[in-house]
């Protein structure tokens, strides 16, 4: 695992300044803490931070061929390098090292840049090609490894592992995106491919970008791969119990190689649980797990965590956090680089930290829920489903947009009375719906958010463009599978990855993904969808298929989630910095927002009125992120 970065001259040959390029490059030191490498050649720069994970004495980077005319950085791993060296000497090349890196280098001159098409694995990388004058970028199929770019002013291209590396160099213009600005408060991230600042842009999953000298403008990058959901797999369910453990099971083995301290994170949950079984069943030594607990019980999952651990001896670690562990606020601010408002980023945090103590690498239950259908959304979707099927959208707007204007907002009763939002997806279209159902700040509640000027500034842009999008590509007119698909596109890359790449990086820690493996994924896009959500229970087949690993009160309880009491925090210890975060003059110097309506929300909520946590919350990172990028500007 690594961080990568480099300058490429668009125009010409120019010398890029050493000192410049270096000081790009170890502003990711973290990333990397065990070696430095960089390589310049006139109209080139690479960078290279390297935490050793494989191949510790020789795989040292940027990485060549035996010539030197193909060059390589690369973040991540390759976990059917071992498959392809055979193939690869085969056809000729020879192999200097034992690392998946130089893979990749003879993958390219083998097959071009059809190469990412053979990788099984976690990357993103840059790929010089002397011969050529051509630089190639690619980015793995469920965006686990980031890869931000920029054209600058110059004609310099700028890559790098973090938005940092691009805001580091002093020829890059800090110019705020407002159409991510939108996209943060809709969804509490700014969504691939757009960055917060305007001249950035995030390399989307599954994609490349090949440039070559003389270019005008950045060409668009091109896809390699998307998931096709075909629910045509015909299967039955008992017999996708056993297919889904053995694929699983080969997932989490591929995962399992490394010559450093590898471990898993365990939280008590389905997905990380099912990782935990499946590991100690490969290995002939006890699986290392971390936990984090809580001291608010309503939040604690370390006794289901200890279940696990006890019923496959693991060697196993818990620390538990206090509930008011708030204090990283500003140092997500500086980790993320763009606003950021997820608050499981808190607990993550704290896991990483403390899981490199033990292990170098961890293996985690990430994208469990998105590609097994266990989110409580998808239950309710599909419900909301049903009535919006059978009456058209004629009908259902006016009926259910009444209901919704005249429902209270019920922050205080139990869910199923909580119905405004319920009409209120029932108004809507499916796509729009989905959108509604996952917002961090709610349309009605942006539109009274944002400034008049602020509103001319976004013209018709809103977040739920983004979806509409992303579901033409869909391929799909399965209900379950579009709300699949457009997770795997938005939230998975934008908020999971992100939130795990980030908070295991400050650390130097590698965490690997089993559930999105991507040959798990296609398979899992062919199964029906009444394989995945099936009696009202979610992620059905895949708890079925680990009942015979895993106690039932793992499997079948109520979804807790990494979460945060954030009502009681922001009434509470937060109260004052929230109100002064949020009621700031820096806020109020963006002409973003409607001060009116920011001071209603924390009025309602310290009285204890109405719950806006969520929206607070979101205010405050936001401000975070504009102090720490107030702070670069004076560095």
Known sequence: ?????????????????????????????????????????????????????IDLATGQQPLFNEDDSVGIVFNGEIYNFQELVPELKALGHTFKTR????????????????????????????????????????????????????????????????LKVLTAHPAFRRNIDPLAVEEFFALGYVADPRCIYSG?????PAHTLTLRRGMVQLPAPVPYWDAHFTGDNPISFEDAQVEVRERVREAVRLRMIADVPLGAFLSGGVDSSAVVATMAGLSNESVRTCSIGFDDPKFNESAFAQQVADRYHTDHRLEVVGSDDFGLIDTLARLYDEPFADSSAIPTYRVCQMARHHVTVALSGDGGDESFAGYRRYRMHMGEELVRQRLPLGLRRPLFGTLAALYPKADWAPRPLRAKTSFQAMAMDAVQAYCHSVSHVRTGLRESLYSTSFKSQLGSYRALDLFRDHALRARTQDPLALMQYLDYKTWLVGDINTKVDRASMAHSLEVREPLMDHELIEWLATLPSRHKLRAGEGKALFKKAFEPLLPNDVLYRPKMGFSVPLASWLRGPLAGRMRESVLSDRMADTGYFHRPTIGRLVDEHLGGRHDHSTVLWTLVMFDAFLRQSAALELA
Request: aromatic share 10%; with cysteine; net charge neutral.
């Open 99 to 162: 690392s998946d890196t130089e893979v990749i280098v003879h993958a390219w001159e083998a097959w071009g840049p059809e190469c990412v098409q053979r990788l099984r694995g976690m990357f993103a990388f840059a790929l010089w090609d002397r011969r050529q004058q051509t630089l190639f970028l690619a980015r793995d199929r469920m965006g686990v490894k980031p890869m931000h770019y920029a054209l600058l002013p110059d004609g310099s291209f700028i890559f790098g592992s973090e």
């Open 1 to 53: 695992m690594c961080g990568i970065s480099g300058l490429f001259d668009t125009q010409g040959q120019r010398d890029f300044d050493r000192a410049l390029a270096s000081r790009i490059n170890n502003i990711q030191s973290h990333r990397g803490p065990d070696e430095d490498g960089l390589y310049f050649e006139p109209g080139l720069a690479l960078g290279h931070r390297r935490l050793s994970v």
């Open 200 to 204: 950035a842009h995030k390399l989307p």
